[in-house]
């Protein structure tokens, strides 16, 4: 098997001259810091049905101590006219990881950025940060839209 070495970069090529690493940001960094929440037309308006969404990898920093706080991220929502898409969710989510944040306000700044994004009828968001220093925490918090001639299906 033949291997263009024009299509294959080393290591060595990613570093600078001298030895030193590039401090341009890397293609995962540069998706990550334009995280947005996408949203696109939900298939089924008018039908009442839960989506969940599990994202197991949520880091911040502790704005107090700068240690790292691990978590999953629990977000069911019913859906309005647009649906969340996973991907962007997944970047947006990534984005909080070197930001000095607590526990209560990065939970609640992510149920404000996603009722602003998508509108859904009703969302859950809960926040299981690991336990460190023997403590536990678990952030729940919850918006539902307020009712107007919303046209439901059961």
Same mark, same amino acid.
């Given at each position: 098997?033949?291997? *263009?070495?024009?299509?294959?970069?080393?290591?060595?090529?990613?570093?600078?001259?001298?030895?030193?690493?590039?401090?341009?940001?890397?293609?995962?960094?540069?998706?990550?810091?334009?995280?947005?929440?996408?949203? $696109?037309?939900?298939?089924?308006?008018?039908?009442?049905?839960?989506?969940?969404?599990?994202? =197991?990898? $949520?880091?911040?920093?502790?704005? $107090?101590?700068?240690? =790292? *706080?691990?978590?999953?991220?629990?977000?069911?929502?019913?859906?309005?006219?647009? @649906?969340?898409?996973?991907?962007?969710?997944?970047?947006?989510?990534?984005s909080y990881r070197d930001r000095y944040i607590?526990?209560?306000?990065?939970?609640?700044?992510?149920? *404000?950025?996603?009722?602003?994004?998508?509108? =859904?009828?009703? @969302?859950?968001?809960?926040? *299981? $940060?690991?336990?460190?220093?023997?403590?536990?925490?678990?952030?729940? @918090?919850?918006?539902?839209?307020?009712?107007?001639?919303?046209?439901?299906?059961?």
């Amino acid at each position: 098997m033949s291997n *263009d070495s024009s299509l294959v970069q080393s290591a060595s090529e990613v570093s600078l001259a001298d030895g030193n690493e590039s401090t341009e940001q890397k293609y995962g960094e540069r998706h990550i810091a334009e995280g947005k929440l996408i949203t $696109f037309p939900n298939p089924r308006i008018g039908r009442w049905y839960n989506i969940h969404i599990t994202l =197991p990898e $949520f880091t911040c920093k502790c704005p $107090f101590s700068g240690y =790292p *706080d691990f978590a999953t991220i629990y977000i069911t929502y019913v859906p309005n006219e647009r @649906v969340v898409e996973l991907k962007a969710i997944k970047l947006y989510i990534n984005s909080y990881r070197d930001r000095y944040i607590s526990h209560e306000e990065s939970i609640n700044q992510i149920l *404000d950025d996603f009722v602003a994004a998508c509108d =859904p009828l009703e @969302v859950s968001i809960k926040g *299981d $940060f690991n336990p460190r220093g023997n403590v536990h925490t678990v952030i729940e @918090v919850s918006h539902r839209r307020e009712q107007s001639n919303i046209p439901i299906k059961t």
